[in-house]
Nanobody, 115 residues
Framework: QVQLVESGGGSVQPGGSLRLSCGASGFIFSNYGMSWYRQAPGKERELVATISSAGRTNYPDSMKGRFTISRDNAKNTVYLQMNSLKPEDTAVYYC?????????WGQGTQVTVSS
């Protein structure tokens, strides 16, 4: 079955960086686009970044500049590099895959940005 497992979250001071990882299994990873979302307390889940099977990346305007999504098909892993983190980036970050019109989600990893 499809499994997505995020890691790399934690606590960081404002201005710091983190790299999140999402390991995938149960499907042919290289055939599918992947996405990162986040959900802050009391807010709706929002898209952070997407990467196509061919490696093309896309970011909502609000996420451009500080976040970079990448993938390693040999490791079945998608990454999210986050730089210049701000307190408002505090959220649970989820990776997601859309496979045959079904959306799959990991369990999420907490990112807390605080001084």
């Amino acid at each position: 079955q499809v499994q997505l497992v995020e890691s790399g979250g934690g606590s960081v001071q404002p201005g710091g960086s983190l790299r999140l990882s999402c390991g995938a299994s149960g499907f042919i990873f290289s055939n599918y686009g992947m996405s990162w979302y986040r959900q802050a307390p009391g807010k709706e889940r929002e898209l952070v970044a997407t990467i196509s099977s061919a490696g093309r990346t896309n970011y909502p305007d609000s996420m451009k500049g500080r976040f970079t999504i990448s993938r390693d098909n040999a490791k079945n892993t998608v990454y999210l590099q986050m730089n210049s983190l701000k307190p408002e980036d505090t959220a649970v970050y989820y990776c997601s895959a859309r496979i045959r019109y079904n959306d799959y989600w990991g369990q999420g990893t907490q990112v807390t940005v605080s001084s």
